[in-house]
């Protein structure tokens, strides 16, 4: 538990959507040395909704996944607007391990598994976060800890590999591994950049079937340039944004996307 924001204890689950989304980005600029990587960005996405976001090379996706979560690769960025989770908790004043904390989880394309260890104990490790994993390890699971551990290899599709060690799985499973580390810390939004870049068509659709299953859980927020990814996540009523040159281009089901002329002429049509 921490000093989450303002001074005021905040729990995990005190996150407060009760009149609206669980997260809420408004006017948000980032200004890298005069450049314009988001501009004006308005965007929030629902509690359990589960959101694709699209759009060409440089639009600012990952520059939007950093501001989200504190996370400023440049001293030089100078950063203007709102970014909340739920209707309080403002992120722009919280610090990066605050904002996880919090319960915010992100993934990022490289897949970080401890490949010595097993899957099972992957999981344990991340469930107790970055403290003293090495005496969580030689500790007995307690009963609840065994409950989550199981529920999350089910829900990763993982159940058989539990007692492999990390580092002899396939690249789709490793992604599927870290999305379960992560989801061990019960996040409220998870995000993440690109998750199937690197994987065969086969991988692809057993994490889209993943993330599937995990929506209305969690929020989840996933950019991916793989349309066939796209697509399956979506279905035909999920909602898809596209940014381009740092702002919202169009929103809306995929199929609106696809026959928005200026979405056509700035990505798809490409
Ligand atoms: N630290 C930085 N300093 C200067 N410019 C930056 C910095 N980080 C990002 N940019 C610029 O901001 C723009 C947006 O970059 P960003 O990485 O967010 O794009 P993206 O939408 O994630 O693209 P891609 O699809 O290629 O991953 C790019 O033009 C990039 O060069
Ligand atoms: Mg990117």
Redesign the pocket.
């Known amino acids: 538990m921490n000093e989450a924001y303002g001074g005021h204890w905040l729990q995990p689950g005190h996150i407060d959507v009760s009149h609206g989304p669980i997260l809420y980005v408004e006017d948000l600029s980032v200004v ?2 005069g ?1 314009r ?1 988001i501009n004006q960005l308005n965007l929030s996405i629902d509690d359990g909704e589960l959101r694709c976001v699209i ?10 996944m ?1 501001v989200i979560t504190g996370k400023t ?2 001293p ?2 100078r950063i203007s607007g709102s970014v909340f989770l739920g209707q309080t908790m403002d992120l722009r004043r919280m610090k990066e391990a605050a904002i996880a904390q919090a319960g915010i989880g992100r993934k990022f394309q490289k897949p970080t598994v401890f490949e010595e260890h097993k899957v099972w104990e992957n999981l344990d490790i991340a469930m107790a976060g970055n403290k003293h994993w090495w005496a969580t390890l030689r500790a007995r699971l307690g009963s609840e800890e065994r409950a989550r551990i199981e529920q999350v290899l089910e829900q990763t599709g993982l159940e058989s590999q539990a007692y492999e060690r990390a580092g002899t799985l396939s690249h789709g499973q490793k992604q599927r591994l870290e999305i379960g580390m992560l989801l061990m810390q019960q996040p409220r939004l998870l995000l993440l ?2 998750p199937v870049a690197g994987m065969s068509d086969h991988e692809s659709m057993e994490l889209a079937d993943l993330l599937g299953r995990l929506r209305g859980g969690c929020s989840i927020m996933v ?1 991916e ?1 793989d349309m066939d990814f796209v697509a399956a996540l979506a279905g035909d009523s999920g909602k898809v944004t596209v ?1 381009a040159e ?1 702002r919202t281009l169009a929103e809306g089901t995929l199929s609106q996307i696809r026959e928005n002329p200026r979405v056509v002429e700035s990505y798809l049509g490409r």
């Open positions: 890298f040395d450049f990587a759009g060409p090379n440089g639009a600012g996706k990952t520059t939007l950093d690769r440049s030089m960025a950049d690109e950019v340039h940014l740092g």
